[in-house]
T-cell receptor, first 111, second 114 residues
Framework: GQQVMQIPQYQHVQEGEDFTTYCNSSTTLSNIQWYKQRPGGHPVFLIQLVKSGEVKKQKRLTFQFGEAKKNSSLHITATQTTDVGTYFCVILTGGGNKLTFGTGTQLKVEL | AAGVIQSPRHLIKEKRETATLKCYPIPRHDTVYWYQQGPGQDPQFLISFYEKMQSDKGSIPDRFSAQQFSDYHSELNMSSLELGDSALYFC???FGRGRFEKLFFGSGTQLSVL
């Protein structure tokens, strides 16, 4: 089936440093979503990207959809301890309601 | 605001037993998804329902079955449980089939098979 790879798998940063996770698909995507899962929690929707080259910002978070709609990135500026968690991209596969999670990037922020 | 409700929160079963997980979607949401998440793993899609009909099927074992009822709540039935079934099971709901609406997740059911 369609796979969605995310890199890196893990990232440890010092508080205040920037962080970026990348999501790569083998096929062209119609759109892509990003979710955050805190340790012990459930995935929480962050954003959806639809257009080629689209860039959206949420405070310190910047989301980008590649021009070819095969990759996406999430960049966090000046990380804080509240950013700790695993970030997943999610794509729609199949014709109906099969939403596939990427492999995820686990972010740890140290003081 | 109402969220997705899952019950029970924790469940401990023995091998070869059965388990039933319940999910109550957000009111007016017509689509329900089930995911299985092992420790340190990404959520794996099991099955989805739209308007009480199975919509898509993922890596759901034949020992598992699920359905969506007239009130839109869903149940995941798991039989002949195996140690490898121990995981966190999430239910999510959304509105609209194939529209790629955002998912709202419940807090999950932690299943431990001993």
């Amino acid at each position: 089936g369609q796979q969605v790879m995310q890199i890196p798998q893990y990232q440890h940063v010092q508080e205040g440093e920037d962080f970026t996770t990348y999501c790569n698909s083998s096929t062209t995507l119609s759109n892509i979503q990003w979710y955050k899962q805190r340790p012990g929690g459930h995935p929480v929707f962050l954003i959806q990207l639809v257009k080629s080259g689209e860039v959206k910002k949420q405070k310190r978070l910047t989301f980008q959809f590649g021009e070819a709609k095969k990759n996406s990135s999430l960049h966090i500026t000046a990380t804080q301890t509240t950013d700790v968690g695993t970030y997943f991209c999610v794509i729609l596969t199949g014709g109906g309601n099969k939403l596939t999670f990427g492999t995820g990037t686990q972010l740890k922020v140290e003081l | 605001a109402a969220g997705v409700i899952q019950s029970p929160r924790h469940l401990i079963k023995e091998k070869r037993e059965t388990a039933t997980l319940k999910c109550y979607p957000i009111p007016r949401h017509d689509t329900v998804y089930w995911y299985q998440q092992g420790p340190g793993q990404d959520p794996q899609f099991l099955i989805s329902f739209y308007e009480k009909m199975q919509s898509d099927k993922g890596s759901i074992p034949d020992r598992f079955s699920a359905q969506q009822f007239s009130d839109y709540h869903s149940e995941l039935n798991m039989s002949s449980l195996e140690l490898g079934d121990s995981a966190l099971y999430f239910c999510a709901s959304s509105f609209g089939r194939g529209r790629f609406e955002k998912l709202f997740f419940g807090s999950g059911t932690q299943l431990s098979v001993l």
